[in-house]
């Protein structure tokens, strides 16, 4: 099971840090990734880790302003964005998969609920 938190109302050029609480299955072993989907558009990939946190893989969207980590102790993977413009508001899903090129993929093990992400101007 996946838990997104932390999304809310930031201001452009602001900065919010999303975590995904996993437990049961997911809570090991997993490469975990974020994506996210905007109304009327398609889901896309953010961001992605491999379990033992040595490999990120970003979207070019978002390279030099988000940062994906992982502290395995918590189970928990987090998604720093910073310098947020209005494109990135969307909805933000954590997911989880073997490896990080299913993620790249859009596919995935296990998908969390969404937690919404709102840039203000």
């Known amino acids: 099971q996946l838990q997104a938190s932390g999304g809310g109302l930031v201001q452009a050029w602001g900065f919010l840090r999303l975590s995904c609480a996993a437990s049961?299955?997911?809570?090991?072993?997993?490469?975990m990734g974020w994506f996210r989907q905007a109304p009327g558009k398609e889901r896309e990939f953010v961001a992605a880790?491999?379990?033992?946190?040595?490999?990120?893989h970003y979207a070019d969207s978002v390279k030099g302003r988000f940062t994906i980590s992982r502290d395995n102790a918590k189970n928990t993977v987090y998604l720093q964005m910073n310098s947020l413009k209005l494109e990135d508001a969307a909805v933000y899903y954590c997911?989880?998969?073997?490896?990080?090129?299913?993620?790249?993929?859009?596919?995935?093990?296990?998908w969390g609920k969404g937690t919404e992400v709102t840039v203000s101007s």
């Open positions: 997911a989880a998969a073997g490896t990080t090129l299913t993620l790249r993929q859009i596919r995935a093990s296990y």
């Open positions: 049961g299955r997911t809570s090991s072993g997993y490469a």
């Open positions: 880790i491999n379990w033992n946190g040595d490999m990120t």
